[in-house]
């Protein structure tokens, strides 16, 4: 999987493509059909919030999409005050639509790339990010990011981020690359694998699981805990 920065798509390009598929990031059981275990990782970045802050009062879910891992976390702690962010208009719009019916809390929508964010410091007991960071794109916008998060949450707060990953050692990269093609091409065919493949070397960067890890503890989270990998998706987090 390439993770270089050439040639990559820029904000508005990706920006782009979500603010036309609303509707299939609407669906709270499956999410993304390419991403293996969503349905999982989802549950478990969520329960791992409520067993942690299980008196949450105030979320943030960044890169929220249509606003599926707030809703799971509204089934599990119900009431939240809750702050969406997301680049791309129409999904916040059906973001706050489907959140604003399952929570009498205040909703705070905010436009913008995650890495422009201005978050009060040590307000938020549960910070969610699924399927986002993959788009940051230098070591400083990893840093930034996950400096900016620590910042925000309360003491005791906590992070879960669901996302596409990368390893560290190349063959352990090729062999997950082989096996994630080939759950592809049962979705698709060669020609669905080579296209999923293609918009991953344009749109993103990831980073390995071990990275992230060692960058919440750099950015001061005092534990850090692995959910679930399987393949090329991790879930994993930070509790400050």
């Not at 970045?45 to 409520?50: D, I, N, Q, R, V």
């Not at 080939?182 to 080579?194: A, F, M, N, V």
Request: hydrophobic letters at 35%; one cysteine or more.
């Amino acid at each position: 999987m390439n993770t270089g920065n050439s040639q990559k798509a820029t904000n508005q390009e990706i920006k782009e493509r979500f603010d036309q598929d609303v509707e299939r990031f609407s669906n709270l059981e499956s999410g993304q059909q390419t991403t293996i275990d969503a349905p999982l990782t989802m549950e478990l970045c969520t329960e791992a919030a409520k067993y942690i802050n299980p008196d949450a009062r105030e979320l943030l879910d960044i890169g929220c999409g249509a606003g599926n891992y707030t809703l799971k976390m509204l089934s599990k702690i119900p009431g939240l005050n809750c702050t969406l962010n997301d680049l791309s208009l129409p999904m916040l719009e059906k973001a706050k639509e489907r959140v604003s019916a399952n929570t009498n809390g205040q909703i705070t929508v905010i436009q913008d790339d995650m890495r422009n964010l201005d978050l009060p410091d040590n307000h938020f007991d549960i910070v969610l990010a699924a399927a986002t960071f993959h788009h940051l794109r230098t070591d400083e916008d990893w840093e930034l990011m996950f400096t900016k998060v620590y910042k925000a949450l309360k003491p005791g707060g906590c992070i879960w981020i669901s996302d596409l990953i990368t390893h560290d050692s190349e063959p352990i990269n090729q062999l997950f690359q082989d096996k994630y093609g080939k759950y592809l091409e049962t979705l698709g065919g060669p020609e669905y694998r080579q296209k999923v493949f293609d918009y991953i070397a344009y749109e993103d960067t990831p980073r390995s699981v071990s990275y992230q890890l060692n960058l919440l503890n750099k950015a001061g989270f005092k534990k850090t805990e692995i959910l679930h990998k399987n393949s090329y998706f991790a879930a994993f987090g930070g509790i400050k």
